[in-house]
């Protein structure tokens, strides 16, 4: 007797009216968010998000040239404003200088030719030998290490980087002018302007000149090279 008084009815109802309350509350929700357009605001601010990274450039300056920049500030704010048509400031809080595409930017890769200036005069040229990257086509920067050629660590270091300036930097010249690059020493880096080429010219130059080789016989091997290259063109 006692079995056929169990009512199978009072398990089965709390299911079914968890799964109603379920689906009413879906349905009321997207009503709520069609009626409001939150999802819609929300897919428009992330697509927003990603078009504006994509239109703004941000290079952090480094401690050691705040000062050069604050010099220089409006040598460098004319080309790209005037020229490149691009807006740019420098966030103090952030310390970066921030490059935004305007309204009357005729071409998007001005941003990225913008940003490569600014990169080459923090890394340490002048601002009349970074201005080339704006004018010319195919000019690059390269930057590599004492270290990426050979592990050198103190007074062996001091001399390599002594043998790359040379007496009043003479040999750092030397190979500016046979491979008509720009070359910055900072310190363990090196930072090399000029188009394809002659960076690997230079590169090979300094390379050399690191491993050990007499300046003599590195500006033998130069001149060469820069006597055939002007033959071919």
């Not at 290079?59 to 705040?66: F, G, I, K, N, T």
């Not at 590169?203 to 060469?224: D, E, F, M, Q």
Request: charged share 30%; with cysteine; hydrophobic share 40%.
């Amino acid at each position: 007797m006692e079995v056929e008084n169990i009512q199978t009815d009072v398990f089965v109802a709390p299911k079914k009216a968890q799964k109603r309350s379920a689906n009413t509350d879906d349905v009321e929700m997207t009503v709520v968010d069609a009626a409001t357009g939150i999802e819609g605001a929300k897919k428009r601010t992330g697509t927003g998000a990603k078009r504006i990274r994509s239109e703004l450039r941000k290079v952090s300056v480094p401690p050691h040239r705040y000062s050069s920049l604050k010099e220089q500030w409006m040598k460098i704010f004319t080309p790209v404003v005037e020229h490149m048509k691009l807006q740019i400031r420098f966030n103090m809080k952030a310390r970066q200088v921030e490059l935004r595409i305007g309204p009357e930017t005729p071409d998007i890769s001005n941003l990225q030719k913008g940003a490569d200036f600014v990169k080459a005069f923090l890394c340490g040229f002048e601002v009349d030998d970074a201005l080339a990257l704006l004018r010319l086509e195919d000019l690059f920067v390269e930057t590599f290490e004492i270290k990426d050629v050979k592990t050198l660590r103190g007074d062996h270091q001091s001399r390599a980087i002594g043998r790359l300036a040379g007496k009043g930097g003479r040999i750092k010249f030397t190979i500016e002018n046979v491979t008509k690059t720009r070359i910055v020493l900072a310190d363990s880096k090196i930072h090399i302007l000029g188009s394809y080429q002659n960076i690997q010219l230079a590169r090979r130059a300094i390379c050399n000149l690191i491993l050990g080789s007499p300046p003599s016989k590195v500006y033998g091997n130069l001149r060469a090279v820069a006597t055939r290259l002007s033959e071919r063109m």
